[in-house]
């Protein structure tokens, strides 16, 4: 295996809190309690914890909440973003300003041997790609800082195997995850103690929904990447899905033309495999309505849940977010 490849982007500025616009609902509230108390629990516990940065909205409420959690200081841990070079331009942009405007160290990594090897998710197909530019990247970069426990957005709603996650779920040796050997939660009382060679994925948002993330959006006037409110974008439709054309990376099939059509995101990841849905949501309000009257997952345009049968389960055990 190559040489890892990490930035490390200076930290710059303070904490910031935004103001909140409206007042939270006992609903929000007791998430955002229990959500805090999570972070400061990974933080008091573990030795090296880490918050995996994936520039979305569930990450974005996910470091609002640990930046509150340590106010007026910053939180005691850094963020981490495993890059796969594919990711949107505009989640790129995002990332890097909002690591400036919270003044967090950002550990950005990219797998050497994937991009040494011209791994991508067109020629090499999602399968694969997710393998070696997600999971084995994500690996390296937490063994080569020494992470012990790494944060993740991740919720029980959004994926039938995000489900059988535990609030603190147990890595074993080599990031391996079984579904069938995970520690009890009894009330609000984890169990912490790791060896050496183990570690814990903790999951503060698991109780939450895509509803109340964007509920919680709205109440604290949180920034997100503009990619989720609907505009006009050039895409293909690829398999009863929209796909954008983000760059010129992205081939045309025979009698393929882009065109523009208003659309919006409800999940980010790699552009050729996170497709559209059309929508005329261009505002905060205007997606709160939305939610309350959608009927589908917001990862039905996910790609790399469809890989095969129990896909996300199987990447989950090799060590996947």
Same mark, same amino acid.
């Given at each position: 295996?190559? @040489?890892?490849?990490?930035?490390?982007?200076?930290?710059?500025?303070?904490?910031?809190?935004?103001?909140?616009?409206?007042?939270?609902?006992?609903?929000?509230?007791?998430?955002?309690?229990?959500? $805090?108390? $999570?972070?400061?629990?990974?933080?008091?516990?573990?030795?090296?914890?880490?918050?995996?940065?994936?520039?979305?909205? !569930?990450?974005?409420?996910?470091?609002?909440?640990?930046?509150?959690?340590?106010?007026?200081?910053?939180?005691?841990?850094?963020?981490?973003?495993?890059?796969?070079?594919?990711?949107?331009?505009?989640?790129?942009? #995002?990332?890097?300003?909002?690591?400036?405007?919270?003044?967090?160290?950002?550990?950005?990594?990219?797998?050497?041997?994937?991009?040494?090897?011209?791994?991508?998710?067109? &020629?090499?197909?999602?399968?694969?790609?997710?393998?070696?530019?997600?999971?084995?990247?994500?690996?390296?970069?937490?063994?080569?800082?020494? #992470?012990?426990?790494? #944060?993740?957005?991740?919720?029980?709603?959004?994926?039938?195997? @995000?489900?059988?996650?535990?609030?603190?779920?147990? @890595?074993?040796?080599?990031?391996?995850?079984?579904?069938?050997?995970?520690?009890?939660?009894?009330?609000?009382?984890?169990?912490?103690? $790791?060896?050496?060679?183990?570690?814990?994925?903790?999951?503060?948002?698991?109780?939450?929904?895509?509803? !109340? /993330?964007? !509920?919680?959006?709205?109440?604290?006037?949180?920034?997100?990447?503009?990619?989720?409110?609907?505009?006009?974008?050039?895409?293909?439709?690829?398999?009863?899905?929209?796909?954008?054309?983000?760059? !010129?990376?992205?081939?045309?099939?025979?009698?393929?033309?882009?065109?523009?059509?208003? /659309?919006?995101? @409800?999940?980010?990841?790699?552009?050729?495999?996170?497709?559209?849905?059309?929508?005329? &949501?261009?505002?905060?309000?205007?997606?709160?309505?939305?939610?309350?009257?959608?009927?589908?997952?917001?990862?039905?345009?996910?790609?790399?849940?469809?890989?095969?049968?129990?896909?996300?389960?199987?990447?989950?055990?090799?060590?996947?977010?």
């Amino acid at each position: 295996m190559g @040489r890892c490849t990490t930035t490390h982007l200076e930290p710059e500025g303070s904490v910031t809190i935004t103001t909140r616009k409206a007042a939270l609902t006992p609903h929000l509230a007791r998430l955002e309690a229990e959500s $805090i108390a $999570i972070i400061r629990e990974v933080a008091a516990s573990f030795r090296k914890p880490v918050m995996l940065y994936s520039i979305g909205k !569930d990450s974005g409420v996910m470091l609002h909440l640990a930046l509150k959690a340590f106010a007026p200081g910053k939180p005691p841990f850094p963020l981490m973003h495993i890059d796969t070079t594919w990711k949107f331009r505009e989640m790129i942009s #995002f990332r890097d300003a909002m690591a400036k405007q919270v003044g967090m160290e950002l550990l950005v990594h990219t797998n050497p041997d994937g991009i040494a090897r011209g791994i991508n998710p067109i &020629a090499s197909g999602s399968a694969l790609h997710t393998q070696v530019m997600k999971t084995e990247a994500l690996k390296q970069a937490l063994d080569l800082h020494g #992470f012990d426990a790494a #944060f993740g957005g991740a919720r029980r709603d959004e994926e039938k195997s @995000r489900a059988k996650e535990r609030i603190f779920s147990f @890595r074993g040796p080599g990031h391996s995850w079984d579904p069938r050997a995970q520690r009890p939660e009894l009330w609000s009382l984890f169990n912490t103690r $790791i060896r050496e060679g183990e570690s814990i994925r903790v999951f503060p948002l698991s109780n939450w929904t895509e509803y !109340d /993330v964007w !509920d919680y959006v709205l109440a604290e006037d949180l920034p997100v990447v503009p990619l989720y409110f609907a505009k006009p974008r050039p895409v293909v439709k690829r398999a009863g899905t929209w796909i954008m054309v983000d760059d !010129d990376r992205l081939p045309l099939e025979p009698g393929e033309t882009p065109q523009m059509r208003m /659309v919006r995101f @409800r999940t980010l990841g790699c552009y050729p495999l996170s497709g559209a849905v059309e929508s005329e &949501a261009a505002t905060l309000p205007d997606i709160i309505t939305e939610m309350r009257a959608a009927k589908t997952s917001e990862r039905q345009g996910r790609l790399i849940d469809s890989d095969e049968e129990a896909s996300m389960e199987k990447k989950k055990r090799e060590g996947y977010f």
